[in-house]
């Protein structure tokens, strides 16, 4: 069973950071491709925050540009999201996404898999 774990979320105030992780848990992943930070605000739609591919290159939201960071440690099946200079409409619910390559025990699959999310609140 592949599971994505993340933490680092909490209650920070405006002008501080924190640091999110995401690991990708299972002795059966093959590969990682994508990996992604979205989050959800009270009464809006989930939106992609940023983005990295493998190889390492990024994207990001244009509201985080510049104040965010994606990284990714490969060896270690985990994705990270420094977050500084945070503003109260920053605060959501971060999930972590990832599109892997697994072993099933018989076969090798590919699907696309969230994190249950990490609560992220700032306070003016």
């Known amino acids: 069973q592949v599971q994505l774990v993340e933490s680092g979320g909490g209650l920070v105030q405006a002008g501080g950071s924190l640091r999110l992780s995401c690991v990708a848990s299972?002795?059966?992943?093959?590969?990682?491709?994508?990996m992604k930070w979205y989050r959800q605000a009270p009464g809006k739609q989930r939106e992609l925050v940023a983005g990295?591919?493998?190889?390492?290159?990024?994207n990001y939201v244009d509201s985080v540009k510049g104040r965010f960071t994606i990284s990714r440690d490969n060896t270690k099946n985990t994705v990270y999201l420094q977050m500084n200079s945070l503003d109260p409409e920053d605060t959501a619910v971060y999930y972590c996404?990832?599109?892997?390559?697994?072993?099933?025990?018989?076969?090798?699959?590919?699907?696309?898999?969230w994190g249950q999310g990490t609560q992220v609140t700032v306070s003016p």
């Open positions: 996404n990832a599109d892997l390559s697994y072993f099933t025990g018989t076969k090798y699959n590919t699907g696309n898999f």
């Open positions: 299972s002795g059966r992943i093959n590969f990682i491709s994508s």
């Open positions: 990295i591919t493998r190889g390492g290159s990024t």
